[in-house]
């Protein structure tokens, strides 16, 4: 079955920086585009970015572009968030996410916290 396995995240400071990994399995990882969300406490769960599946084109939101940066390694079956210059604001749980078909999947979440 689908699985999706976020890891990397913890407790930075301001300014500092974390990579998240999204390790995925059971579904043709190639062949699919990966996003990445986050929810904060208090609030809907948002896109951060998404990377097609040969890796050649990414897409951000305005909040995170410039700072984060997508990637994946096809042959790892691994998408990868680099989180740089990160921001109180950038507190969140962060997951990683698929759609096969018509349905999306998605993993478990890694937590990500930003102190002042």
């Known amino acids: 079955q689908v699985q999706l396995v976020e890891s990397g995240g913890g407790l930075v400071q301001a300014g500092g920086s974390l990579r998240l990994s999204c390790a995925a399995s059971g579904f043709t990882f190639s062949n699919y585009a990966m996003g990445w969300f986050r929810q904060a406490p208090g609030k809907e769960r948002e896109f951060v970015g998404a990377?097609?599946?040969?890796?050649?084109?990414?897409r951000y939101a305005d909040s995170v572009k410039g700072r984060f940066t997508i990637s994946r390694d096809n042959t790892k079956n691994t998408s990868y968030l680099q989180m740089n210059s990160l921001k109180p604001d950038d507190t969140a749980v962060y997951y990683c996410?698929?759609?096969?078909?018509?349905?999306?999947?998605w993993g478990q979440g890694t937590q990500v916290t930003v102190s002042s």
């Open positions: 990377i097609i599946r040969g890796g050649g084109s990414t």
């Open positions: 996410n698929t759609r096969i078909g018509v349905r999306e999947y």
